[in-house]
């Protein structure tokens, strides 16, 4: 069985300030992690993935994760925080044999001016 | 860029009536999904379908249904929608062939049930 945890419903971050928002999995095999961000009444966009090789993933709007296989963690990061960053992020996993995704249940980012 | 289109914004119905939720790609992708979102659960897999003519259920399949019979467009049938089906209600698509690239979706239909 394949699952995501993403532990806090809501980050609060201040404009210009680093943000991490977590995001942990449970595989059997090699999981397929990806993270997709969801603006007011539109669907998912795509940020970033990662699939194999360097743990750290660089992706869309300055966006990066790192991979951590013994923690079984795939943490989204930003070195400086926008306000037109607040959206509702999600994490997704696939593990390998499997066809589909499974979501975690959305982290709100809140950024302040 | 990969389009998915959903054909209604927003729909608003009445309980027991049968209703049709239209998604349409445009990048030859096999890979067709229905999800639902609802705060605090995140997004559910309700049916995928690999190519024409074929469906798979997923985690929540009860008081749904689904129709492919073209490539390019996936159908999602409430046979008697219910209130609990209020929902807003996502489709994406995905190539087949690479199948470790991103799911992309539409913008997605949001759906009361009276």
């Known amino acids: 069985a394949q699952s995501v945890a993403q532990p806090e419903d809501q980050v609060n971050v201040a404009e210009g300030n680093p943000l991490t928002v977590k995001c942990t999995y449970s595989v059997s095999g090699n999981p397929y992690l990806f993270w997709y961000v969801q603006y007011p009444n539109r669907g998912l966009q795509f940020l970033l993935k990662y699939i194999t090789g360097d743990n750290l993933v660089k992706g869309s709007y300055g966006f990066e994760a790192e991979f951590n296989k013994s923690q079984t963690s795939f943490h989204l990061k930003k070195p400086s925080a926008l306000v037109s960053d607040s959206a509702l992020y999600f994490c997704?996993?696939?593990?390998?044999?499997?066809?589909?995704?499974?979501f975690g249940k959305g982290t709100m980012l809140l950024v302040s001016p | 860029d990969v389009k998915v289109t959903q054909s209604s914004r927003y729909l608003v119905k009445r309980t027991g009536e049968k209703v049709f939720l239209e998604c349409v790609q445009d990048m030859d992708h096999e890979n067709m999904f229905w999800y639902r979102q609802d705060p605090g659960l995140g997004l559910r897999l309700i049916y995928f379908?690999?190519?024409?003519?074929?469906?798979e259920k997923g985690d929540i399949p009860e008081g749904y249904s689904v129709s492919r019979e073209k490539k390019e467009r996936f159908s999602l049938i409430l046979e008697s929608a219910s209130t609990n089906q209020t929902s807003m209600y996502l489709c994406?698509?995905?190539?087949?062939?690479?199948?470790?690239?991103?799911?992309?979706f539409g913008d997605g239909t949001r759906l009361s049930i009276l």
């Open positions: 997704a996993v696939r593990d390998t044999g499997y066809s589909t995704l499974t």
């Open positions: 994406a698509s995905r190539s087949a062939q690479h199948s470790n690239q991103p799911q992309h």
């Open positions: 379908s690999y190519d024409v003519k074929m469906k």
